[in-house]
């Protein structure tokens, strides 16, 4: 299967640890976008990379949050010193460059103790 | 920015009928309209899409309407069976030059279709 995959899917921590998540993009795919999902509510926008290049984050995004796509393949998103808010699911959706169409993966479930 | 309102929240039928959910959206310049579907543990998966040049589509049992006049759309989806039951999101975004392409989701529509 080629879709976007995302690691871990599930990651317990304790409040103020650091934590890291992975997403691999459909290989094509140039951008990559981040997302947080919270119970009863739809996706929100965090961050997104065209190749390598960061080009807009969300004010959601605080300065704990940081995203790389080092080399314009897979990403990764830090959460630093996390808390209690920080519990969400988090998703990765990858598109190809000035196409609308996202496609998401799996999501990684973070559960902040 | 843009704001979607997604209704209802809620939507329970029998097997075999229609289920309609509806959405509106603030920001007269967005021209992308997803849909997607969200099952139990997984990632939202897109099912269907329509564009600001128009006003339907169709892919099987599933149906998209856009007024832009009205600045709101609906999904149908129509002979529901079980499988149908999820949560679907409709979303809004702005393509082009000088979109973003970042969709705004509206807050979901949980689907169940009882056999």
């Known amino acids: 299967d080629t879709g976007v995959s995302q690691n871990p899917r599930h990651k317990i921590t304790k409040r103020g640890q650091n934590v890291t998540f992975r997403c691999d993009p459909i290989s094509e795919h140039n951008r990559l976008y981040w997302y947080r999902q919270t119970l009863g509510q739809g996706p929100e926008f965090l961050t997104y990379?065209?190749?390598?290049?960061?080009?807009?984050k969300s004010r959601l995004l605080s300065d704990r949050f940081s995203a790389e796509r080092p080399k314009g393949s897979f990403s990764t998103l830090e959460i630093q010193r996390t808390e209690q808010g920080d519990s969400a699911m988090y998703l990765c959706?990858?598109?190809?460059?000035?196409?609308?169409?996202?496609?998401f993966g799996p999501g990684t479930r973070l559960t902040v103790t | 920015g843009e704001n979607v309102e997604q209704h209802p929240s809620t939507l329970s039928v029998q097997e075999g009928d229609s289920a309609v959910i509806k959405c509106t959206y603030s920001?007269?310049?967005?021209?992308?309209f997803p849909w997607y579907k969200q099952e139990l543990g997984k990632g939202p998966q897109l099912i269907i899409d329509i564009r600001s040049n128009v006003g339907e589509k169709k892919d099987q049992r599933i149906a998209v309407t856009l007024n832009k006049t009205a600045k709101h759309f609906s999904l149908h989806i129509t002979e529901t069976q079980p499988e149908d039951s999820a949560v679907y999101f409709c979303?809004?975004?702005?393509?082009?030059?000088?979109?973003?392409?970042?969709?705004?989701f509206g807050r979901g529509t949980s689907l169940i279709v009882h056999p």
């Open positions: 979303a809004a975004s702005k393509s082009g030059a000088g979109g973003s392409y970042i969709p705004t």
């Open positions: 959706a990858s598109s190809l460059f000035i196409r609308d169409e996202q496609y």
């Open positions: 990379f065209q190749n390598e290049a960061q080009l807009e």
């Open positions: 920001d007269s310049a967005s021209n992308y």
